[in-house]
Antibody, heavy 121, light 107 residues
Framework: EVQLVESGGGLVQPGRSLRLSCAAS????????MHWVRQAPGKGLEWVSG????????GYADSVKGRFTISRDNAKNSLYLQMNSLRAEDTALYYC??????????????WGQGTLVTVSS | DIQMTQSPSSLSASVGDRVTITCQAS??????LNWYQQKPGKAPKLLIY???NLETGVPSRFSGSGSGTDFTFTISSLQPEDIATYYC?????????FGGGTKVEIK
């Protein structure tokens, strides 16, 4: 059974940093692209960042470019999102989602339950 | 970045009605378009991939069509369990984007 479990969320002050993790199981992690998608309270879905199966392709939404860094450790079946210079508008539920096999984009066929990030003083 | 304009933002329909949602891309995205359903408090669920392909296990009353810039998502006969918000999503390049969502309610 495919499982994606996010962790690392919490309350953080503006300007500080946070690192999210996503632990994957039930599939061959290093075959698949992985993505972060967020949802601010009461708002729609926003794609944040994605990384291909071999880390050869990486993309970021304009809203986080230069502040967030996505990475993966295929040996640990884990995806990460390093978030620096956090702003109030980064407050959201952050989902980890599985992308296409041997590619970058595509559909997100499995999602975690999300980890909540709240940026507030 | 490619912008996705989804409409309507909300709709109310009766059980058994045919429901249609549209999504327009700001440039040609071929068939690189997916549709998701999200119920309150839950993670999104993939329904349609590559514009018109039904994800395994998804009821056949859901369908998608279109290519290029204009796409349509249809529920052929609305059921009470279909109450949710629906999103389109494009993946034409390194910068993926979602539409704004359509909240579907029962009249």
């Amino acid at each position: 059974e495919v499982q994606l479990v996010e962790s690392g969320g919490g309350l953080v002050q503006p300007g500080r940093s946070l690192r999210l993790s996503c632990a994957a199981s039930g599939f061959t992690f290093d075959d698949y692209a992985m993505h972060w998608v967020r949802q601010a309270p009461g708002k729609g879905l926003e794609w944040v960042s994605g990384i291909s199966w071999n880390s050869g392709s990486i993309g970021y939404a304009d809203s986080v470019k230069g502040r967030f860094t996505i990475s993966r450790d295929n040996a640990k079946n884990s995806l990460y999102l390093q978030m620096n210079s956090l702003r109030a508008e980064d407050t959201a539920l952050y989902y980890c989602a599985r992308g296409k096999r041997y590619s970058y984009g595509g559909d997100f066929d499995y999602w975690g339950q999300g980890t909540l990030v709240t940026v507030s003083s | 970045d490619i912008q996705m304009t989804q409409s309507p933002s909300s709709l109310s329909a009766s059980v058994g009605d045919r429901v249609t949602i549209t999504c327009q891309a700001s440039q040609d995205i071929s068939n690189y378009l997916n549709w998701y359903q999200q119920k309150p408090g839950k993670a999104p669920k993939l329904l349609i991939y590559d514009a018109s392909n039904l994800e395994t296990g998804v009821p056949s009353r859901f369908s998608g069509s279109g290519s290029g810039t204009d796409f349509t998502f249809t529920i052929s006969s609305l059921q009470p369990e279909d109450i949710a918000t629906y999103y389109c999503q494009q993946y034409d390049n390194l910068w993926l984007t979602f539409g704004g969502g359509t909240k579907v309610e029962i009249k």
